[in-house]
């Protein structure tokens, strides 16, 4: 009965690769969003969708692009993989008119060698 | 200067104790506040919303000085499963999250 989930938990990849993470929430928020938390475990927000569209694009590298095909999943892909993309992506999810705390998926844990 | 700045600690402190920590914010618009907890290796949780008047939980109370821009956290009667890092969350049109204090319990 999970309310946020993210595939995989784990990834280990090369440079250069093309990689995807999902995630899905079931507690029927409107608004989902991708964090990257690095090795200084500093969370960092990349994207925001609002009922599909989106409406935060912080300063994040045109590798990555966000997906959202319908209000319960927001996936991400990443091209061209590099080595400063390890790190643990979490999706995260609210409703934007509140409350507005979030709930977190479980991360996805990026390891690119 | 960072949206959101914390002391990351650690505070290292013996079952029972007392421990508060701070945290600033710069944006003076900012309008929702939060203290999450982020165990190792896992998902950031929401531990309390922080209120003008300030809150208790149980053993937590938050504190929101808007005049001065921080909030803070105390735990009282510190347990072991109060070890964990905290993280200060601010809410303007997106939550800028702090990096973090780490808190550790010994027994």
């Known amino acids: 009965d999970t309310a946020v989930s993210q595939t995989p938990k784990y990834l280990v990849t090369q440079m250069g690769n093309d990689k995807s993470i999902k995630c899905e929430q079931n507690l029927g928020h409107d608004t989902m969003y991708w964090y990257k938390q690095d090795s200084k475990k500093f969370l960092k927000i990349m994207f925001s969708?609002?009922?599909?569209?989106?409406?935060i694009n912080e300063t994040v590298p045109n590798r990555f692009s966000p997906k959202s095909p319908d209000k319960a999943h927001l996936n991400l892909h990443i091209n061209s993989l590099e080595l400063g993309d390890s790190a643990v992506y979490f999706c995260?999810?609210?409703?934007?008119?509140?409350?507005?705390?979030?709930?977190f998926g479980p991360g996805t844990r990026l390891t690119v060698t | 200067r960072k949206e959101v700045e914390q002391d990351p600690g650690p505070f290292n402190v013996p079952e029972g104790a007392t421990v508060a920590f701070n945290c600033t914010y710069s944006?003076?618009?900012?309008?929702?506040f939060f203290w999450y907890r982020q165990d190792c290796r896992k998902e950031p949780k929401l531990l309390m919303s922080v209120y003008s008047s300030g809150n208790e939980d149980g053993r937590f109370t938050a504190q929101l000085n808007r005049a001065s821009q921080y909030i803070s956290l105390l735990i009282r009667d510190s347990k072991l499963s109060d070890s964990a890092t905290y993280l200060c969350?601010?809410?303007?049109?997106?939550?800028?999250f702090g990096a973090g204090t780490t808190v550790t319990v010994r027994a």
């Open positions: 969350v601010v809410l303007d049109y997106k939550l800028s």
């Open positions: 969708y609002n009922n599909k569209e989106l409406i």
């Open positions: 995260a999810s609210s409703q934007i008119a509140g409350p507005y705390e979030q709930y």
């Open positions: 944006n003076s618009a900012s309008q929702s």
